[in-house]
């Protein structure tokens, strides 16, 4: 049945990222999944499915790792996509979820590396 707690995390959790999109103009997207790839908490433009992308955001972070792994680098920190129209990180946030950012193409890239951490360290406890 409905858990309120749950209601009561996805307002937390959506005060961070707003915290975070303020932090860095030009987030233009962001989601919060389980490390299985079921979203958890989004704001993403509407006509974009939301299960198919956190689906393959965490197929993308599983299989980095497991390459992170095997070259022997230690663990995975993040991913940052570049592409025509911006970028895309992908980063853990604690043990049980990934957050997923995406930007503009005039953002700078260390910023938005520093409110992915920002975001990532403040949603690490709640989950």
Same mark, same amino acid.
Request: hydrophobic letters at 50%; a negative charge.
């Given at each position: ?6 209601? /009561? ?6 005060? $961070?990222?707003?915290? &975070?999109?303020? %932090?860095? &103009? !030009? @987030? ?8 299985? !790839?079921?979203? $958890? ?11 198919? @992308? ?5 197929? $993308? ?16 920190? /993040?991913? %940052? %996509? ?5 970028? @895309? $990180? ?6 049980? &979820?990934? %957050? ?28």
């Amino acid at each position: 049945m409905f858990d309120p707690g749950f209601e /009561e995390l996805q307002g937390k959790l959506r005060q $961070i990222m707003e915290e &975070a999109s303020a %932090l860095a &103009a !030009g @987030i233009r997207a962001w989601m919060l999944l389980s490390k299985e !790839g079921l979203p $958890i908490a989004s704001a993403v433009p509407h006509g974009l499915e939301e299960a198919e @992308i956190a689906a393959m955001a965490a197929s $993308i972070l599983g299989v980095a790792d497991l390459a992170a792994e095997r070259m022997d680098q230690g663990v995975l920190e /993040e991913i %940052l %996509l570049t592409n025509e129209k911006g970028l @895309i $990180i992908m980063k853990s946030a604690g043990e049980k &979820a990934i %957050l997923v950012l995406a930007a503009s193409k005039t953002m700078k890239t260390g910023l938005l590396v520093y409110a992915a951490q920002t975001a990532s360290e403040k949603i690490s406890p709640l989950l």
